[in-house]
């Protein structure tokens, strides 16, 4: 039984960080990208950035590019979403999940088999 669980959500000022992480269980994370997504009311869930297995390739949205960054700790099985310059926009429901697959650049919800429950991200104006 693989399990995500995320964590380091909350409430944050626009411009303000927040960084959020993945524990991984049920399966060694090493063989596997990883990727965030988030998905706010009312609309669909969207690609926030992946990472490939050993780290070496990333691959992020265009609405965050430059403020968030995505790094892997395979030892620890967890994954890190650094989250800078936060923008009300931003304000979502942030999900972690595993991909059967080396690459980074699978960003669609479908190409992704294992997903955390969630956790909740809001920024203030």
């Given at each position: ?36 997504f ?24 265009d609405?965050?590019?430059?403020r ?17 310059n936060?923008?009300?926009?931003d ?35």
């Amino acid at each position: 039984q693989v399990q995500l669980v995320e964590s380091g959500g909350g409430l944050v000022q626009a411009g303000g960080s927040l960084r959020l992480s993945c524990v991984v269980s049920g399966r060694t994370l090493s063989n596997y990208a990883m990727g965030w997504f988030r998905q706010a009311p009312g609309k669909e869930r969207e690609f926030v950035a992946a990472i490939s297995w050993r780290g070496g390739s990333t691959n992020f949205a265009d609405s965050v590019q430059g403020r968030f960054a995505i790094s892997r700790d395979n030892a620890k099985n967890t994954v890190y979403l650094q989250m800078n310059n936060l923008k009300p926009e931003d304000t979502a429901v942030y999900y972690c999940s595993v991909v059967r697959s080396w690459s980074a650049l699978h960003t669609e919800p479908k190409d992704y088999d294992y997903w955390g429950q969630g956790t909740q991200v809001t920024v203030s104006s």
